[in-house]
């Protein structure tokens, strides 16, 4: 296998009916660019056809063609670390298999890097999606943006374009919970973001339902900012203050109405109120700060990230593995 200058990181986890469609479009795309690549993909502990799909389209291109291979599912943020863990090219396209972003738009993505820029993320034109995971969307790059500073308009993009410098950076991290398009924004010395096509899934469906989306949000958040620790001491005090000063207005209240029993009752009532909803405050406070205790824990443990069962490539004859 001749050096490449562009490596695509493709995650695969139950794609085997797009799977060959993308094999399609993508092989054409790369080839007119010109240049030397390689291509891997990252079988995430598919349980249907996608191992075998993968293994037969190596078997067809070899000289370009790559496989990582999952002995179970460890999510798509960890194929994608494995295959930035095996890459060689000097610049890094990640992309879906669900061909959502067009294959095609490769080139513009390294076009931008030929510009000086180190880091280019995307904004899915016309986003193909129900409203309510654009609108959801919207309100948590909102959320994200304000709390860690990290500029990113369309998070949940795949397709972006990494300089080799920053991949490595990314992998000699080691944490066990990143956000990857994060992690290289604040490595990336010079960023950018441009407008790709965006077209509806070839099939199936989308491995992310709403929890899921949460979920990585909360991650992002918690891992890259201290500040929901900030805002909730805040909230406390606040409701601390709040709290006594409420106090003082229901005892207030009882001197001067002491005879009247509806006024009493909607003291005690105001009182019930409140309770609940400082229990309620503080055990969102304790779950906030066992999500930070959980990454600790889950840090210190230093258990593997993930498992390769196999890997399909040709022998590197080339010396074409850059040295970390």
């Known amino acids: 296998m001749s050096t490449p200058q562009v490596s695509v990181v493709i995650p695969v986890y139950n794609e085997e009916q797009t799977l060959p469609l993308l094999f399609a479009r993508l092989y054409p795309a790369l080839d007119k660019l010109g240049v030397a690549y390689e291509i891997i993909f990252i079988n995430d502990g598919s349980r249907d056809r996608s191992a075998g799909l993968l293994r037969r389209q190596y078997e ?105 410098a920053i991949v490595d950076a990314i992998t000699s991290s080691r944490e066990i919970n990143t956000f990857i398009p994060a992690l290289a ?66 005892i207030i209240e009882r001197w001067v109405h002491a005879d009247s029993l509806s006024a009493g009752l909607l003291a005690l009532w105001d009182r019930d109120i409140l309770q609940f909803f400082l229990t309620g405050l503080v055990l969102f406070g304790l779950g906030l700060l066992g999500e930070y205790i959980g990454r600790i824990y889950q840090q210190v443990r230093s258990r593997p990230r993930f498992l390769i069962q196999a890997i399909l490539e040709k022998p590197d004859t080339s010396g074409a593995r850059l040295e970390r």
């Open 60 to 164: 067809e291109r070899p000289d370009v063609t790559r496989v990582v291979l999952f002995n179970g599912n460890f999510g798509q943020h960890m194929a994608i670390m494995a295959g930035f863990e095996n890459v060689r090219g000097s610049r890094i396209i990640t992309l879906d298999a669900d061909l959502q972003n067009p294959p095609e738009e490769i080139g513009n993505l390294l076009a931008a890097m030929d510009a000086g820029h180190d880091y280019v993320g995307s904004i899915r034109r016309q986003r193909q999606d129900s409203a309510f995971r654009r609108y959801a969307s919207r309100a948590m790059n909102w959320m994200r943006e304000r709390i860690t500073k990290i500029h990113m308009t369309d998070q949940g993009c795949m397709l972006r374009a990494y300089d080799r």
């Open 185 to 250: 924004y604040n490595y990336a010395a010079n960023p950018t973001e441009i407008m790709v096509a965006h077209e509806e899934r070839a099939a199936g469906e989308s491995k992310y339902s709403l929890y899921s989306l949460l979920r990585l949000n909360f991650d992002l958040v918690t891992g890259f900012s201290i500040m929901p620790l900030q805002v909730f001491s805040l909230i406390g005090m606040t409701v601390a203050v709040l709290s006594v000063l409420s106090y003082i207005v229901v």
